[in-house]
C-alpha cells in the first residue's frame, strides 16, 4: 500500500493528465503583502512588496507557467528569492522554471544534496528517486536557517529536525504571525513522512509540536496541504498523529508483523484522514516501519 501511495506522488509529479484531478488553484490575500497560492501541489506562500518578490515553494514543472503568472498578477512582479521547504517535486518540482524567471533559490544544505543527487532519495518501490537538473538545484544551502529582511518584514528561515524528510525548514514571518510549516503540517489529513529521504514519525511529531510551541492564538498557519489553520487546527493534528503512533506503536512492541499490524487496523478512529495518497493502511505501514528504525 505505501509502495502505492509514492507511486501515485510519483505519477502526479511527472504526469500533466493526474493533474487535472486535482483541485484548481485559489489565492488568498492574507494581508500585508503576504498571499497563499493553493492548488496542485504543496501550498505556496508570496510575499511581495518594493524589495522584491518572496516566494516559498513551487509545486510542480507543469505547474509553473501559471504560478509565476498569477505571482506576476499579485505582485507586479517575478520572483526574485524563493525558499524550499524541502526537496520533494510537489514543493520544488518547479525550481529550474523559477530560476530561470529569476528567483535566486535557498534551501537547507540536505535539500540541494538530495535533488542533485548526492544523497540519493529511496522512493517507496525501493528505487532511488530521480535527480534534477541542475538549473533547479538550490543556490545558497544554509544549515540551521537564513533571516531575510525584506519589505518591512522580518522572514525567518528555519531547519527543522529529522521529520518529514532530513532537509525541512519552516518559515515565520515575524511582525504579522504568519507561519509556514511545510509538510511539517498536513492539515486534516494523514502526513506523509518519508522515511527514504531521512524522515522520522517520532521526529516529526517533535517538530509539530515545536510549531505549536512558537504559535499563539493569533498565529496563522500555512500548512504544506489542506486549508489555512490556526494553533488550535495543528494541536487537532497533533494529537491524531500522537493517538495513530500510539495505536501502531502496541503492535510493534508486541512483535506483531507488518502485515498483521495492518490487518487489525489500529488506525480505524481517525479513517477520516483517510486521502488519496496516503490510505489507512498505507499510513499504518509508515508509522511501523518508522517506529522499527
Ligand atoms: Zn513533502
Redesign the pocket.
Known amino acids: 500500500m505505501r509502495r502505492l501511495a509514492l507511486s501515485a506522488l510519483v505519477a502526479i509529479a511527472f504526469a500533466p493528465s493526474a493533474l487535472a484531478q486535482l483541485p484548481s488553484a485559489k489565492t488568498v490575500d492574507l494581508g500585508g503583502g503576504i498571499h497563499v497560492i493553493f492548488g496542485q501541489g504543496g501550498n505556496i506562500g508570496v510575499s511581495t512588496g518594493p524589495d522584491g518578490v518572496f516566494v516559498i515553494d513551487d509545486q510542480y514543472p507543469g505547474t509553473a507557467p501559471a504560478n509565476l503568472a498569477k505571482i506576476r498578477e499579485i505582485a507586479g512582479a517575478g520572483p526574485r528569492y524563493l525558499v524550499n521547504t ?1 526537496w ?1 517535486g ?2 520544488a518540482g518547479g525550481n529550474a522554471a523559477f530560476a530561470e524567471a529569476g528567483a535566486m533559490i535557498f534551501a537547507h544544505e540536505n535539500v540541494r544534496k538530495r535533488l542533485s543527487g548526492q544523497v540519493k532519495s529511496i522512493g517507496l518501490n525501493g528505487q532511488p528517486a530521480p535527480t534534477s537538473p541542475e538549473p533547479a538545484w538550490p543556490v545558497v544551502t544554509f544549515t540551521s536557517g537564513v533571516d531575510f529582511h525584506l519589505n518591512d518584514e522580518t522572514i525567518l528561515v528555519s531547519k527543522m529536525r529529522m521529520s ?1 524528510t532530513d532537509g525541512d525548514s519552516i518559515i515565520r514571518f515575524v511582525e504579522p504571525n504568519i507561519i509556514h510549516a511545510g ?1 511539517i503540517f498536513f492539515n486534516g489529513i494523514f502526513p ?1 513522512i ?1 522515511l527514504g529521504s531521512g524522515g522520522s514519525v517520532k521526529g516529526y511529531l517533535a517538530a509539530m509540536e515545536e510549531i505549536w510551541a512558537m504559535a499563539d492564538d493569533k498565529t496563522r498557519i500555512i500548512p ?1 496541504h489542506g486549508d489555512m489553520a490556526a494553533k488550535a487546527d495543528l494541536r487537532k493534528q497533533i494529537d491524531m498523529l500522537t493517538g495513530a503512533i500510539a495505536a501502531v506503536e502496541k503492535h510493534v512492541k508486541a512483535g506483531d508483523s507488518l502485515q498483521k499490524t495492518v490487518a487489525a487496523k489500529p488506525l480505524k478512529p481517525w479513517s477520516k484522514y483517510a486521502w488519496s495518497f496516503i490510505s489507512e493502511d498505507s499510513f499504518t505501514t509508515t508509522l511501523y516501519n518508522g517506529l522499527k528504525q
Open positions: 524541502h520533494h510537489d514543493h518529514h509538510d506523509v518519508d504544506g
